[in-house]
Every structure is written in structure tokens, then in C-alpha cells.
């Protein structure tokens, strides 16, 4: 009769204890439901989703097997928006261990055109042996990645979108293991290609 006694009483606690946890996830619930989110900040969290997810594509992508692009052994990212535009700022650090003991080979502007076409549409968009740009990439290409991955929010319009994406800019620096070597480009996403 004792044990009957403690167990019922354990179970009431718990039966209490309980019900309580499910009023606070439901008064959480509902505090978030109450709370606007702004498709600014939608649209910084696409970016930087995308590009921790693919920045697999340029880091260490020249350790492995044939080597058909730079050795990078890290990149950042940086997303900032302002009144007048969005501006992506991407450094990608070369693989201090190849380039400045093994290797000698310093940066070209082609280098920064691949780093963003690879990081975003996973293609180089240059020959391999002229490294001349290809017909593989245009900005059509990167007009519809924008179009389609960052900005396809249900409260845009058409005139909108082109907005945005006319301006989007970029800022891509490659980060030689020799600071005299370091290389800047930047220009509108959608460039053929950045100077």
C-alpha cells in the first residue's frame, strides 16, 4: 500500500512536470509566430547557407587526383548589405604548403573568375591549357543562379529580382603564402568576367 502510495505520487509530479514543459514550447510557439522576418535577412541566410555548403568545391579541391585548378586550403566569406547594394566579399587562401615551398605559381585575374564560377555553378568557365575564358559560363548563367537560388521569395516581383541581381557585387581576394602576390577583383555577380 506504501509503494502504491509513492508511485502515485511520483506519477503526479511527472504528470505535472510534464504539462508544464508543454506550456512553455507552446507560449515559444507562439512568440515566434508573432515575430515578421524580413526578406533581407531571408536572403543573407540563402548566402551564407550556399556558400558553407559549397565551399567544398574550391577548398582542397587541388589535392586530389589531377589538379586542374589552384590548391586552396581555406576561404571566408562575408555578406553585407546596404542601402545601395549587397556586396559579396570571398577570400580564398592558396595552399601554403604547395605554393610556397613546391610549386611556383603566382595568381592571375582568371583565378578569381574561378573561384566564383566554381563556388557557384561548379564550373571553371576556362580552358584547362589556355586558361582563356570558355563559352561555358555567361551572365544569363549567373543571372538565373541569382534569380533562382537567392531571390525567389514569394513577396518579389519580376522588376524587383532584376534589381537585385543588377546589384549584387562581388569582391574575390586570392591569398598567395607571399603577400607581394595577393590578387584583388571585383565587379556586378553577373560580369562575364571581373577585373
Do not use: W
Request: glycine share 4%.
Amino acid at each position: 500500500m506504501e509503494i502504491c502510495k509513492k508511485i502515485r505520487f511520483v506519477l503526479i509530479i511527472i504528470f505535472f512536470f510534464n504539462t508544464n514543459l508543454f506550456a512553455e514550447e507552446k507560449n515559444l510557439k507562439t512568440i515566434l509566430k508573432n515575430i515578421p522576418v524580413n526578406a533581407e535577412d531571408l536572403i543573407l541566410i540563402k548566402y551564407d547557407i550556399f556558400l558553407l555548403k559549397h565551399a567544398k568545391r574550391i577548398v582542397g579541391v587541388g589535392n586530389m587526383g589531377l589538379r586542374t585548378m589552384v590548391a586552396y586550403e581555406n576561404a571566408y566569406f562575408k555578406i553585407i548589405m546596404n542601402e545601395e547594394k549587397l556586396n559579396i566579399y570571398i577570400s580564398a587562401i592558396m595552399s601554403k604548403k604547395r605554393y610556397k615551398y613546391k610549386k611556383k605559381y603566382f595568381p592571375k585575374k582568371s583565378d578569381c573568375n574561378i573561384v566564383r564560377n566554381k563556388l557557384f555553378l561548379n564550373k571553371h568557365g576556362y580552358g584547362f591549357f589556355t586558361q582563356k575564358r570558355n563559352i561555358y559560363i555567361d551572365s544569363d548563367m549567373l543571372k538565373e543562379l541569382l534569380e533562382k537560388k537567392f531571390y525567389n521569395i514569394s513577396g518579389l516581383n519580376k522588376n524587383q529580382i532584376n534589381e537585385l541581381v543588377n546589384k549584387t557585387f562581388i569582391y574575390i581576394e586570392v591569398i598567395h603564402p607571399n603577400p607581394l602576390k595577393n590578387i584583388e577583383c571585383s565587379g556586378k555577380f553577373i560580369d562575364d568576367e571581373l577585373l
